[in-house]
């Protein structure tokens, strides 16, 4: 008989968890103004609200933080990440940032001025947040097919060339640089191939633009181009990844995600220019060069994590996982953007309650119905988030209204997974009951969705 595929590793240390009961819930999120964010992480059973700083560290990441070194200035921990970094994504400059938006505030001081262009695929809400606040434009270029959820692709988060062309051309004297995430969050999870990634560097050459990727998730978009691009079926994910940034003029990194971290983020670059004026900004804004808000602790531990994060057979444990979820939820029919995605699951909250109104924050209802049901929290990815228009302040409604299943790296088992799907499905059971959905009563006016405060309708 064959074996079944199995995690490809063992648990030394747990955490409890808390059980509740729908009073206790029903309580709990209308005390947070029913905004999953305000709730206290004990009041919560399976946490899927990210799966950024929430993974589990080894037993190498755990030593390598006993040899950090605190020196404020050329620890041996900043060298050891230096090198890693060098080694595995080849390039010869880095600074270190707190977190991933930390490395775009840093970077895009440097690059972004107001009424630029940047062109790229589904911009990452700090991420737009950034350029927005910069008083230029995120100009999403990814493919259409993205946002229908029922249509399988291999690389859903792919960008449209002939979309990014056009940018070139029609904003050339705008655009500093375009810019490339993987995977690509805001679609799904979803993949780009690095046919495209090839694409979009010769493209970036002919119109002389250099190319940044955002690569919170570029281990899990290696391990689909390995599993899923012909001719990368027998390159190692380090292989694979060493090509995807040989691509690439710039990095910002929140290493919170592939990096199997905690904390920490980082800029890298090939330009000694760039990296020279953004040093600047990273001694104002989050350090001296050689820790950037980062201990010597965290900086050992991300280090370790860049390899173990690029290794296959964790990938394969981490992104199976995730299509197990997907796999149960076809059994019970419940919709979500096809196929599963690197790092979670979203569903499609159009299509589950279609009898809520748009304005009435369709997938946000979905994400408390789920949390009443099970103490599950997952994210809205949808009207709230989109926020207002930067010009109009009209509400920006955007195609896929989606809650996103984020599964923490080496954190639940499958019987956790399996709980989520049940829960799901009594929700979907019961979705025609579900008619109204909620009202903002207060709001930030950028980046609302994590302080946002809401009431039934
Ligand atoms: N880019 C992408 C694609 C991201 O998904 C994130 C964070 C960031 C940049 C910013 O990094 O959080 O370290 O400052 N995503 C988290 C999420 C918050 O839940 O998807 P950060």
């Known amino acids: 008989m064959e074996l079944p ?12 968890l808390r059980r509740s009961t729908r009073a206790e819930r029903e309580k709990w999120i209308k005390e947070a103004h029913y905004n999953l964010f305000n709730l206290r992480s004990e009041q919560v059973f399976i946490d899927l609200l990210t799966d950024s700083g929430t993974g589990a560290m080894s037993d190498r990441q755990w030593s390598a933080m006993m040899l950090g070194d605190e020196s404020y200035a050329g620890a041996s921990s900043y060298y050891n990440l230096k090198a890693a970094i060098k080694t595995i994504l080849g390039f010869d400059y880095f600074l270190p940032t707190h977190q991933g938006r930390a490395a775009e ?26 350029i927005e606040y910069r008083k230029a434009v995120a100009l999403d270029c990814t493919i259409s097919e993205a946002a229908n959820t029922q249509m399988e692709l291999p690389f859903k988060g792919n960008m449209c060339l002939t979309k990014l062309e ?77 090509e995807m940034y040989s691509y690439a003029d710039a990095m910002t990194m929140s290493s919170k ?54 290794e296959f057979d964790y990938l394969e444990t981490r992104i199976k996982q995730v299509a197990y979820l997907g796999e149960l939820l076809d059994g019970y029919g419940i919709p979500y953007q096809r196929p599963a995605g690197g790092h979670a699951i979203f569903i499609d909250a159009k299509k589950v309650l279609t009898n809520v109104p748009r304005e009435e924050f369709l997938a946000q209802t979905l994400g408390i119905e789920l949390y009443l049901e099970a103490g599950i929290r997952g994210v809205e990815i949808g009207a709230i988030l989109a926020d207002r228009d930067p010009v109009t302040r009209k509400n920006r409604y955007p195609e896929l209204e989606l809650l996103r299943l984020a599964i923490p790296r080496r954190c639940y088992t499958d019987n956790h997974i399996a709980v989520v799907a049940a829960a799901l499905k009594n929700v979907f059971d019961r979705r025609e009951s579900i008619t109204s959905g909620y009202k903002i009563v207060h709001e930030a006016p950028i980046m609302r969705h994590f302080t946002v405060e809401l009431a039934k309708v």
Request: overall charge neutral; glycine content about 8%.
């Open 5 to 16: 595929f199995s995690e490809s590793y063992r648990i030394k240390m747990v955490e409890p």
């Open 257 to 310: 995600k592939d990096a199997i971290v905690n904390i920490g983020g980082f800029i890298a670059t090939r330009h000694k220019e760039w990296f020279d004026k953004a040093s600047v900004y990273n001694i104002m804004f989050e350090g001296f060069v050689t820790y950037g808000g980062m201990s010597g602790r965290d900086m050992n531990a991300l280090a370790v994590g860049l390899d173990e994060g690029t």
């Open 105 to 130: 505030n840093v970077l895009f001081s440097v690059l972004i001025k107001e009424d630029d262009i940047i062109p790229g695929n589904s911009h990452f809400d700090t991420t737009k947040g950034h």
């Open 166 to 242: 056009k940018a070139l051309t029609e904003h050339h004297e705008k655009i500093p640089f375009v810019l490339v995430t993987v995977t690509n969050n805001t679609a799904g999870g979803q993949p780009v191939s690095m046919e495209c990634i090839r694409g979009v560097r010769a493209l970036a050459e002919k119109y002389k633009k250099p190319v940044i990727f955002d690569s919170a998730r570029f281990a899990e978009n290696a391990y689909f181009i390995k599993t899923r691009e012909k001719g990368f079926e027998n390159k190692s994910i380090k292989e694979i990844v060493a």
